[in-house]
């Protein structure tokens, strides 16, 4: 393939599936990378490694690892090493929590795995060109879940009495602060674990199944502001 753009290089991709691996490995070399341009890792604590030592240039990133989740390494990254290098997600992974905790940690681009070869060099080029990329089904999801968030027949009474816990408002806080369950059990001194069990509990109080919908509905009744 012939690019009339510069490559961003070296290239780092997370990946721990050896076929997938594979699969963006022959992606990136029809873009021109060659084998030595192309570092791959299959744990968070490798990609940080090779982050701090060599001047990665553009980053591809699954989310479900052996040793951790991919959206902590990217705000890990965004932190300390990589500030402003594009990073795109490609993963399974479609639902809201996940892609906006993704995307507020740092992430330029959020593709599915499930996409076909040319779909994926699309993306890959729109990314190395400059741009950002979402995935055209995760967009549809974000926009049902803004038409809902805007909705005025909202099933929630703004005078409705939903009683949580201390510990349940405690979570909500840090929920709608963009911490993630490991982050709010480090703020808390509590497991992520706990977190979890606290946070579907929420879900369940305000009848409904996602952190944007909680936060939109503890808005609404005053729970926070």
């Known amino acids: 393939m012939n690019v009339d753009f510069p490559l961003l290089k070296p290239v780092l991709v997370l990946e721990d599936d050896p076929i997938h691996q594979s699969r963006i490995c022959k992606i990136l070399e029809c873009f021109g990378y060659k084998n030595n341009e192309i570092f791959f890792s299959q744990t968070v604590d490798f990609a940080k490694e090779i982050c701090r030592t060599k001047p990665v240039k553009f980053i591809l990133v699954d989310l479900n690892l052996p ?100 510990r349940e408002k405690e979570i909500l806080t840090c929920v709608a602060n963009g911490l993630s369950n490991s982050e709010i059990g480090t703020e808390l001194n509590i497991s992520k674990f706990t977190v979890g069990v606290h946070v579907k509990n929420i879900y369940q109080k305000l009848s409904v199944n996602s952190r944007t919908k909680a936060i939109h509905a503890a808005k609404k009744i005053g729970l926070i502001h």
């Open 67 to 166: 040793d951790g989740s991919g959206i902590e390494f990217i705000q890990s990254i965004r932190d300390k090493i990589a500030k402003t290098i594009p990073i795109m997600v490609l993963s399974a992974w479609n639902t809201l929590d996940v892609i906006y905790q993704a995307l507020h940690v740092g992430a330029t681009g959020y593709v599915l795995k499930e996409k076909d070869d040319f779909e994926l060099m699309f993306a890959i080029r729109t990314m190395l060109k400059g741009g950002a990329i979402i995935d055209p089904a995760i967009a549809k999801i974000i926009l049902k879940n803004l038409n809902y968030a805007t909705d005025v027949s909202f099933d929630l009474n703004e005078n409705i009495d939903i009683k949580l816990s201390v």
